[in-house]
């Protein structure tokens, strides 16, 4: 059964909490006494976004300090999880160039610009130095 928007099915509390109405052109709905209200469901989530959201405010949010904790040397991990056309993939891939921008900038002015090491076989390398002008 398809909820129309009109229906008020999903209600938003923010900043936590959502709320699920049965439509009322459902199964339940229709057999439940009238005299009786619709009862919901209520979820509490550490963070409600809304459909206006953008990737961006989803990212500062959420996984912006997961990279930020994965540049000071702890491990994270970024989970999706829900209905197939959800836009889980959507909103990742609004997330990882985020993230790589992130990881790179913080790299600027740590990058050595000359070599110092050559490969030598398989799992050997030689030193460069302005000596050996290699």
Do not use: W
């Amino acid at each position: 059964m398809k909820c129309n928007f009109s229906e008020d099915c999903v209600a938003m509390q923010p900043p936590e909490t959502v709320l699920l109405k049965a439509p009322r052109t459902s199964l339940s709905a229709r057999l439940s006494d009238k005299s009786v209200p619709v009862t919901a469901q209520r979820f509490q989530f550490s963070k409600v976004y809304g459909p206006d959201t953008t990737q961006k405010e989803i990212f500062d949010g959420t996984v912006k300090s997961l990279v930020q904790h994965v540049l000071e040397g702890q491990n994270c991990l970024v989970f999706t999880y829900g209905v197939t056309n959800a836009g889980k993939t959507f909103t990742f891939l609004g997330f990882l160039p985020r993230s790589l921008n992130m990881i790179f900038g913080s790299l600027e002015g740590r990058i050595f610009n000359q070599m110092c090491l050559k490969p030598q076989r398989c799992r050997d390398f030689i030193r460069l130095t302005k000596k050996t002008g290699k």
